[in-house]
């Protein structure tokens, strides 16, 4: 980014569900607590060469406690993912080609599916294991049912009766592929319409071995299927309930682990002393008045809070740790921070652009528009370590005179002059110094507007960008709701404990009137 936060640049311009469903959505989340383990121990930055801050010492815990926490925090990071993830999917485990785990895995299935295909072979066939098998598909496709189908619970238990079925097997009458055949046109029934063809070339399987294993892998997809529905059903209460749920997991986790608020401590801690120093330099006027008789001056709680947040936007991933409270939104807060970035020089590229371009075709919606997405395009890769701004704001510089040029002659007016074209390609190429005056104030406005939007977040119309961020308007107000819905969804769950922290000090007032924000908004 071009500037840094604690610079203070924000202070320009004044289907009904079953339990069957619920147990299939259970062991969905049980299947993803690892990787959802390895995605929370990837957002959390190396401690390395940072300082911790002075708390209350470490307390040591058992094997047992610490599984339990770690359960929690698993289970605390899933429900927070399902609220606010609106796209959110359990999928199938996939392992690596080369991992010993899927090494292991096919020799199992392969010894297991080998032994099935010797029983079978037999004269007279074994059927014990593939009689099994039948009754594990029985649950599983019972366990596919909703309260109401009970014309299809009885189907399936008449059917794949399992003591009707040894008595076969035991006369000699059993036919294996009568029953696949009504297992298949029962998945058919049940599954979801994505599923059709998998469950269609089932049919086209005619030996028994292949077609159990086909059968039981169409199935494990058909679960997933189930348990994404579940999530799907259960999202509208889960946002009723996740707020306390997530508060209550913390609390559970800052009991066996004290230090555990130690950086949001200093993120907050940070927040204020940048907005007391701009206070007192009269800076930020909007930030708090003065409350009270006090001597000096005061800051709104609120105000701190949401400078906090923005701070995160400008955050030094690489060599700071992220505060407890937002970890979970590690990941999303760096996404901000990439889209945001990509917007200041978009910003800055169109600023420069029309400020030297005439008047006339400035005001062209349509090619502002087309300007605008001729630059995305070029610096779409913007958030790759291989990426080269300097390099990239050539091309820019190169295209946009094209652009402007045959702007100006199909509005019948003069295209640039050479050296026009050199200093319009040499300002788009100083925006890549995150120090050009440009792309601070750009960026600065952006910060600004952000501000107002989390500030006014409850109400309407939404606040107007500032004056030369129109032409961006539209992608920064996605940016700001999704930015701004995550923020308060954050302060709903931990506002008590950044209440605590910041009463700490005499510097705020009316702490007691800060109320939790409801989940209407949600």
Same mark, same amino acid.
């Given at each position: 980014?071009?500037?840094?936060?604690?610079?203070?640049? $924000?202070?320009? /311009?004044?289907?009904?569900?079953? %339990?069957?469903?619920?147990?299939?959505?259970?062991?969905?989340?049980?299947?993803?607590?690892?990787? +959802?383990?390895?995605?929370?121990?990837?957002?959390?930055?190396?401690?390395?060469?940072?300082?911790?801050?002075?708390?209350?010492?470490?307390?040591?815990?058992?094997?047992? *406690? +610490?599984?339990?926490?770690?359960?929690?925090?698993?289970?605390?990071?899933?429900?927070?993912?399902?609220?606010?993830?609106?796209?959110?999917?359990?999928?199938?485990?996939?392992?690596?080609?080369?991992?010993?785990?899927?090494?292991?895995?096919?020799?199992?299935?392969?010894? &297991?599916?080998?032994?099935?295909?010797?029983?079978?072979? *037999?004269?007279?066939?074994?059927?014990?294991?593939?009689?099994?098998?039948?009754? @594990?598909?029985?649950?599983?496709?019972?366990?596919?049912?909703?309260?109401?189908?009970?014309?299809?619970?009885?189907?399936?238990?008449?059917?794949?009766?399992?003591?009707?079925?040894?008595?076969?097997?035991?006369?000699?009458?059993?036919?294996?592929?009568?029953?696949?055949?009504?297992?298949?046109? =029962? =998945?058919?029934?049940?599954?979801?319409?994505?599923?059709?063809?998998?469950?269609?070339? +089932?049919?086209?399987?005619?030996?028994?071995?292949?077609? !159990?294993?086909? $059968?039981?892998?169409?199935?494990?997809?058909?679960?997933?299927?189930?348990?994404?529905?579940?999530?799907?059903?259960?999202?509208?209460?889960?946002?009723?309930?996740?707020?306390?749920?997530?508060?209550?997991?913390?609390? *559970? !986790?800052? @009991?066996?682990?004290?230090? %555990?608020?130690?950086?949001?401590?200093?993120?907050?801690?940070?927040?204020?002393?940048?907005?007391?120093?701009?206070?007192?330099?009269?800076?930020?006027?909007?930030?708090?008045?003065? /409350?009270?008789?006090?001597?000096?001056?005061?800051?709104?709680?609120?105000?701190?809070?949401?400078?906090?947040?923005?701070?995160?936007?400008?955050?030094?991933?690489?060599?700071?740790? &992220?505060?407890?409270?937002?970890?979970?939104?590690?990941?999303?807060?760096?996404?901000?921070?990439?889209?945001?970035?990509?917007?200041?020089?978009?910003?800055?590229?169109?600023?420069?652009? &029309?400020?030297?371009?005439?008047?006339?075709?400035?005001?062209?919606?349509? !090619?502002? *528009?087309?300007?605008?997405?001729?630059?995305?395009?070029?610096?779409?890769? =913007?958030?790759?370590?291989s990426f080269h701004l300097e390099d990239a704001l050539t091309a820019v510089g190169e295209k946009v005179c094209l652009e402007v040029s045959s702007c100006l002659s199909l509005c019948g007016l003069s295209p640039l002059t050479a050296d026009k074209e050199a200093v319009l390609k040499g300002q788009i190429q100083a925006v890549a110094s995150p120090d050009n005056p440009?792309?601070? $104030?750009?960026?600065?406005?952006?910060?600004?507007?952000?501000?107002?939007?989390?500030?006014?977040?409850?109400?309407?119309?939404?606040?107007?960008?500032?004056?030369?961020?129109?032409?961006?308007?539209?992608?920064?107000?996605?940016?700001?709701?999704?930015?701004?819905?995550?923020?308060?969804?954050?302060? =709903?769950?931990?506002?008590?404990?950044?209440?605590?922290?910041?009463?700490?000090?005499?510097? !705020?007032?009316?702490? %007691?009137?800060?109320?939790?924000?409801?989940?209407?908004?949600?």
């Open positions: 980014m071009s500037e840094n936060l604690d610079k203070s640049n $924000i202070n320009e /311009a004044g289907k009904s569900k079953s %339990s069957d469903s619920e147990q299939g959505l259970e062991d969905a989340m049980e299947g993803s607590d690892e990787a +959802l383990q390895k995605t929370i121990k990837s957002g959390s930055p190396s401690t390395q060469r940072v300082q911790r801050p002075h708390s209350s010492p470490p307390r040591f815990v058992t094997v047992e *406690e +610490l599984l339990e926490t770690a359960k929690g925090v698993t289970n605390m990071a899933l429900a927070h993912e399902i609220v606010i993830n609106g796209d959110f999917q359990i999928k199938p485990v996939e392992l690596p080609e080369d991992s010993l785990e899927k090494r292991v895995k096919d020799i199992v299935h392969k010894a &297991f599916w080998d032994c099935l295909s010797v029983q079978l072979s *037999e004269v007279p066939p074994t059927y014990d294991r593939a009689i099994k098998l039948v009754g @594990e598909i029985k649950e599983t496709l019972l366990s596919f049912l909703l309260p109401g189908h009970t014309r299809l619970r009885n189907q399936i238990t008449e059917v794949l009766d399992l003591d009707l079925i040894k008595q076969e097997a035991e006369n000699g009458a059993l036919d294996i592929s009568k029953l696949a055949e009504f297992i298949i046109g =029962m =998945m058919g029934t049940l599954c979801a319409p994505v599923r059709d063809e998998e469950v269609k070339r +089932l049919k086209d399987v005619k030996e028994i071995v292949p077609l !159990f294993r086909a $059968i039981f892998s169409v199935l494990d997809l058909m679960k997933v299927d189930m348990a994404n529905f579940a999530v799907s059903s259960i999202r509208p209460h889960l946002m009723q309930q996740s707020v306390e749920y997530e508060r209550k997991q913390f609390q *559970e !986790f800052l @009991e066996k682990q004290p230090n %555990s608020l130690d950086f949001v401590t200093q993120w907050l801690q940070e927040a204020t002393d940048d907005l007391m120093n701009q206070k007192y330099k009269n800076a930020l006027p909007a930030a708090g008045g003065a /409350a009270g008789s006090g001597d000096g001056p005061r800051l709104d709680p609120v105000a701190v809070q949401n400078y906090a947040y923005l701070k995160l936007l400008k955050w030094d991933h690489l060599h700071r740790p &992220f505060p407890e409270t937002v970890l979970m939104d590690h990941s999303r807060f760096q996404e901000f921070q990439l889209q945001l970035e990509q917007l200041t020089v978009l910003g800055a590229v169109l600023l420069v652009t &029309f400020s030297m371009a005439a008047p006339g075709i400035a005001s062209r919606a349509d !090619f502002a *528009e087309k300007l605008k997405m001729i630059v995305k395009i070029l610096l779409t890769d =913007m958030h790759l370590p440009i792309r601070r $104030i750009v960026d600065s406005r952006i910060l600004t507007f952000l501000d107002t939007y989390l500030a006014s977040s409850h109400q309407k119309p939404s606040p107007i960008a500032p004056g030369g961020l129109g032409p961006i308007q539209k992608e920064l107000e996605a940016v700001a709701v999704k930015f701004v819905r995550l923020v308060n969804y954050n302060k =709903m769950v931990f506002s008590p404990y950044y209440d605590a922290i910041l009463s700490g000090t005499q510097l !705020f007032a009316g702490l %007691s009137c800060v109320s939790t924000p409801s989940v209407s908004w949600l």
